[in-house]
């Protein structure tokens, strides 16, 4: 795991943390697939709340802080723990063995990732990069072993979370492969800004590139631009300025992926 600054959590001293030695990353050519993001609520209509699962774990919790760019773990770090996004948004990415990168996942607060460890992944099999500064709490795997099988609920419950995000990668695979470049940009877009979650959606989302983008939908950064300029010009999206430069995103995009 790369070098978060960690801070005290409840039942931890900050004499008792430890940061590690970044692993390198080398600079790949990338291929990206949509972002993604846990559901708020589950079908049952029980709301999954991180936090009263979070607050059962006593040791093996570590409450750290990532700048943007800084990764949070780098694949083929070992896997022996599982990690909670508490604030920012992180990027999962894979390289291959012939050095292209694919963004498997862009994941806003609330989000559980590295879970792989728990189904006795030796190996990070991707990337975990903040995109933006991030507050991330480490989960020991035997800490979040001993608490799933100690709170029956909770841990009913948080494997349907993981569920429910399963169905969500499977939508991304068919709106990758039967939808236009154009729908997959507006929806793309529309997850970023968080549309839908509890009626609430950002004002403003992190500065991505063109080039990114295109590596999100899966196509060029001519189509790209060509989209955004005509998203732009019809309302349903604003640049931000400042030193960010963020994207307003407004939900009048919708319309672009239900009717278009």
């Given amino acids: 795991m790369s070098g978060g600054a960690p801070v005290a959590s409840p039942r931890e001293s900050k004499g008792s943390t430890k940061i590690a030695v970044p692993v390198p990353v080398h600079q790949k050519s990338r291929r990206t697939r949509n972002s993604t993001r ?13 936090q009263e699962f979070l607050d059962t774990i006593g040791e093996g919790r570590k409450a750290l802080l990532f700048p943007k760019k800084q990764s949070v773990f780098t694949q083929g770090d070992p896997a022996d723990a599982v990690f909670y996004l508490q604030t920012g948004k992180v990027r999962l990415t894979v390289v291959s063995k012939n050095g292209k990168e694919a963004t498997i996942g862009i994941l806003s607060e609330g989000s559980f990732f ?31 072993v001993d608490t799933l099988h100690r709170e029956n609920t909770l841990s009913d419950l948080f494997v349907a979370f993981l569920l429910t995000r399963n169905i969500k990668y499977e939508e991304d695979l068919v709106d990758q492969l039967f939808n236009s470049s154009k729908k997959r940009l507006a929806r793309v877009l529309l997850m970023l800004a968080h549309f839908g979650k509890e009626g609430i959606s950002e004002s403003v989302i992190p500065k991505l590139s063109q080039e990114t983008l295109a590596e999100m939908v899966g196509t060029t950064r001519s189509r790209v631009s060509f989209f ?21 995103v407004h939900s009048s995009l919708l319309n672009v992926v239900l009717h278009d």
């Fill in 38 to 50: 846990p559901p708020p609520a589950l079908k049952n209509g029980r709301k999954f709340d991180p």
């Fill in 228 to 248: 955004m300029n005509r998203f732009r010009k019809l309302g349903f999206i604003n640049y931000a300025g400042g030193v960010e430069g963020g994207l307003q």
């Fill in 114 to 144: 590295g879970e792989g460890s728990l189904a006795g992944q030796p190996l990070r099999m991707g990337t975990a990069t903040a995109m933006t500064d991030c507050a991330v709490l480490r989960i020991e795997k035997k800490a979040m």
